[in-house]
């Protein structure tokens, strides 16, 4: 059998156990199952501090200790060259501390969402545009609450769903919504910044 080892490392883990395996951070393919388990076994790490902490890690480094457990296997990666190792020590889940913390976002959304709504209308005197529509068409004088500001109303939340593409557990369809998309970017930038970071001061070049 073939001693050619695909590796493909995730470009972040998060991992609760000190000792940390390949078959943690990576997947990983062989032809030979017995070869496969061996490096799935490997350790490639092992973390000192009891703490919340991320160690960005370089592919070369795996490849060195595949290379020292048996230097006849040959390694193709197809995944990340830097990737991070995001340690987190277990402890028992806080259920009261993350209903406050979700029951805080909610109302910090909620409020806030309803503030920036209310001044794009104000700004744009949204009232004042109703009130005329509906002179015009009526013939009548508005008293600021009438099926233009209730269909207006019933419109936005209704436009508010279809963006952000999700409501309670459901999704209207399979794409992912705006907030995961932007998450994702976040999540990858703060990635790529570690990375970075990490590689400039290793050449004694930091922004800091």
């Excluded at 080892?5 to 972040?12: E, G, H, I």
């Excluded at 156990?17 to 951070?25: G, H, M, N, P, T």
């Excluded at 490997?42 to 370089?58: G, N, P, Q």
Aim: with cysteine; proline share 3%; charged share 25%.
């Amino acid at each position: 059998m073939s001693k050619t080892v695909y590796l493909n490392l995730a470009q972040t883990t998060e991992v609760h156990e000190k000792d940390v395996f390949l078959k943690d951070v990576a997947k990983l393919y062989c032809d030979d199952q017995a070869i496969a388990n061996r490096c799935n076994a490997l350790k490639i790490k092992t973390i000192r501090l009891d703490r919340k902490k991320r160690y960005v890690e370089s592919v070369l480094d795996v490849i060195k200790k595949i290379q020292e457990m048996d230097s006849t296997i040959q390694i193709n990666n197809v995944g990340e060259v830097d990737f991070i190792i995001d340690y987190q020590p277990p402890k028992p889940p806080n259920y009261a501390y993350q209903w406050a913390k979700t029951i805080f976002v909610c109302i910090v959304c909620f409020f806030g969402a309803a503030f920036a709504i209310m001044t794009f209308n104000n700004d744009v005197n949204v009232g004042d545009v109703f009130k005329e529509v509906y002179r015009l068409i009526m013939g009548t004088e508005s008293d600021g609450f009438t099926i233009i500001e209730l269909t207006y109303s019933i419109g936005l939340a209704l436009g508010i769903i279809a963006f952000f593409n999700h409501f309670s557990r459901f999704k209207i369809n399979t794409d992912p919504t705006p907030l995961e998309v932007e998450m994702r970017l976040y999540e990858d930038n703060i990635n790529k910044t570690l990375i970075q970071n990490d590689g400039r001061k290793e050449s004694g070049i930091d922004v800091t």
